[in-house]
């Protein structure tokens, strides 16, 4: 039997286009290999919003050259994503010992290529749009053994024109999957063992179906994510949890908001990336939003329900910015009192508008503005977490825990815990809703105890094991 093994940079879509590409080779008869030396298939799946993600993608292929030549001649080695979108040929000709580069939406095509390759077939480049039929692969969860948090994709591409951004160019214009295929899919992970799911999106807000109720008005900035919303927590019934990644504010809008007030499963978190708190620097970004139509936005998503939490992502150092626009971001930050913050320095992409700004704020200026960011927004996280202590919150336990005896899992915001499973013994958490008592905060973490009244509901029989893959607090972004 013929393995692969896949290797993921980037976004959470590309861990989801990873998890897709696995399944259509596991279709295909292919294996998992335990290690790169055994494996007859190397997949790099890449991410070029950054520089940094892109040279560690030249790094890597740079590594697995000698193995290709020297230990394993019969070795296919492929890179996927988004610098095989943004590259195409032009990677094969850079890199001497690629054989296969092939685009985000040429994936399903995955096992034909390297057979291709397996038989001989010259070193070749397949990164065409779907744009008239888009294909969206459908997970396939293991019968009984669905992790208890999924992806689920909603749409692929971007219209938006921000003028820092690559991923246009790199995952095309938007097309949505259809709702009722969304529906099935998000049963298909429940029927199986899941318990939560987050849609995924590049501005996933932006959603729109004509078989789903209309938007709330012609505003173009409604769409119909909060029907597609409405009809997930309607057709899904034992969906416990449901959450989004990325919206952008301006989809926003007061009907996204009521969604928030109205279904019970959608988390008390929304990740809304504002990239910066100057209006100066906005329009520049082309973000199409004020701060103060973003800080609307976000204080009425805010008051929907108790305990509401907004996390986002920021840019510093975009050309031209001023220290006195670096310092109305940093004011932003307190104001909206964000719990997290992906913060980011300004990397000049190919193809993207603001390259024809001069990027002028020095790499060291950079580095200490990204500093004092991090600096404001782990004090917030810090004291957000430390406030938590003596709560009790409703934590859905994903998997045991790295300390034997411990479970992990997440508040109904984002907030991971540690349980002490300790009082739980030989009784099975995974899956399951639990209260906690919270007794301890560190820098990024929680750690409680299940509270007596949580640990008379728990079944006392042993649940199954399920595949859990640890994520980190936010949006995975290298
Ligand atoms: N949907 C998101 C939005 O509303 O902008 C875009 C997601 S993007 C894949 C993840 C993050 O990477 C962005 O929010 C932005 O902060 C950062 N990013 C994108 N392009 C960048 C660039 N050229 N330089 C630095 N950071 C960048």
């Known amino acids: ?13 590309n861990a989801h286009d990873s998890d897709r590409m696995e399944e259509v080779l596991r279709a295909h008869g292919w294996s998992a290999a335990d290690s790169i030396e055994d494996a007859d298939l190397v997949v790099l799946n890449t ?3 950054r520089e940094k993600a892109e040279q560690k993608l030249r790094s890597e292929v740079g590594k697995l050259a000698p193995l290709k030549s020297r230990k394993n001649r019969g070795l296919v080695l492929a890179v996927a994503g988004c610098v095989a979108q943004q590259e195409g040929e032009k990677l094969l000709a850079r890199v001497a010992h690629l054989d296969l580069v092939i685009g985000p939406d040429n994936l399903a095509e995955l096992p034909m290529l390297v057979a291709d390759q397996m038989a001989g077939a010259p070193p070749r480049a397949r990164t065409v749009f779907d744009l008239d039929a888009p294909r969206f692969l459908a997970a396939a969860p293991e019968p009984g053994a669905a992790p208890v948090s999924a992806f689920v994709t909603t749409m692929k591409g971007c219209d938006e024109r921000c003028s820092f951004c690559i991923v246009p160019y790199t995952r095309g214009p938007e097309r949505y999957r259809p709702a009722a295929e969304i529906i099935d899919e998000v049963a298909r992970w429940v029927d199986n063992g899941g318990r939560e799911v987050t849609l995924l999106g590049q501005t996933v807000d932006s959603y729109r179906d004509p078989s789903l109720p209309p938007p709330a008005s012609d505003d173009p900035d409604e769409s119909q ?3 597609l919303l409405r009809a997930i927590a309607a057709g899904v019934p034992g969906l416990r949890r449901l959450r989004y990644t990325s919206p952008h504010p301006r989809h926003a809008t007061a009907s996204l908001a009521d969604a928030h007030a109205e279904i019970d499963i959608l988390a008390r978190h929304v990740h809304m990336p504002v990239q910066s708190g100057s209006d100066r620097v906005l329009k520049r970004m082309i973000r199409r939003y004020t701060r103060a ?8 998503l805010l008051s929907t329900r108790p305990d509401m939490t907004i996390s986002t992502d920021i840019i510093v150092g975009f050309p031209g910015e001023t220290e006195q626009d670096f310092q109305a971001t940093l004011d932003l930050v307190r104001d909206i009192g964000f719990v997290g913050v992906f913060g980011f320095k300004y990397s000049p992409r190919p193809f993207t508008p603001a390259l024809k700004l001069k990027d002028d704020v ?7 503005r990204l500093a004092r960011l991090f600096e404001l927004s782990e004090a917030q996280t810090r004291a957000h977490l430390a406030r938590l202590v003596g709560t009790r919150q409703v934590v859905l336990v994903e998997g045991p825990g790295k300390t034997p005896g411990t479970w992990e899992g997440r508040t109904e915001r984002n907030e991971i815990v540690h349980v002490d499973g300790r009082p739980a013994e030989g009784r099975a958490l995974t899956g399951e809703l639990v209260e906690v008592e ?4 560190f820098k990024h973490s929680l750690a409680g105890l299940p509270t007596t009244a949580a640990l008379s509901a728990l079944p006392k029989d042993g649940g199954r094991s399920r595949p859990f893959r640890r994520r980190r607090a936010l949006p995975l972004v290298v």
Do not use: D, L
Not at 293 to 300: C, I, L, N, S
Not at 362 to 368: A, D, G, H, L, V
């Open 293 to 300: 139509e973003y800080t609307a936005r976000v204080r009425r």
């Open 438 to 441: 919270i007794t301890q905060a």
């Open 362 to 368: 020095s790499e060291s200026e950079k580095s200490e």
């Open 225 to 227: 994510f909060p029907s």
């Open 1 to 13: 039997m013929s393995r692969y093994i896949v290797h993921t940079f980037g976004c959470q879509m």
């Open 47 to 49: 991410c070029s919003v």
